[in-house]
């Protein structure tokens, strides 16, 4: 059973970056590929970012490539996503989740475990 909070959310002006953090409870985090999701209003909720349990690889939704990176430290059990040059249409509910295989995917139904999700308001 692995147990995810995320944090680091807010209100920031367009341009602004933030930097949100996800820390996972578990003795085996490094044996879990660990993606971001992003729900807005109104919307599905969508991939955004993924890394391998390693770290070695990540992969990014088109809509934030660039401007997002998704990193990990194992050592805290802890994976981050720093979002940069932010928008208004990055405005979302911020869910972080875990996957017990290596290789991370952007299916939502392919994660085992989600946090509760951070806000992220970016005002225009």
């Known amino acids: 059973q692995v147990q995810l909070v995320e944090s680091g959310g807010g209100l920031v002006q367009t341009g602004g970056s933030l930097r949100l953090s996800c820390a996972a409870s578990?003795?085996?985090?490094?044996?879990?590929?660990m993606a971001w999701f992003r729900q807005a209003p109104g919307k599905e909720r969508e991939f955004v970012a993924a890394?391998?349990?390693?770290?070695?690889?990540?992969g990014y939704a088109n809509s934030v490539k660039g401007r997002f990176t998704i990193s990990r430290d194992n050592a805290e059990n802890t994976v981050y996503l720093q979002l940069n040059s932010l928008k208004p249409e990055d405005t979302a509910v911020y869910y972080c989740?875990?996957?017990?295989?290596?290789?991370?995917?952007?299916?939502?139904?392919?994660?085992?475990?989600w946090g509760q999700g951070t806000q992220v308001t970016v005002s225009s």
């Open positions: 578990g003795r085996t985090f490094s044996s879990y590929s």
């Open positions: 989740a875990a996957d017990r295989t290596y290789i991370p995917t952007m299916f939502e139904d392919e994660y085992d475990y």
């Open positions: 890394i391998t349990g390693s770290g070695d690889y990540t």
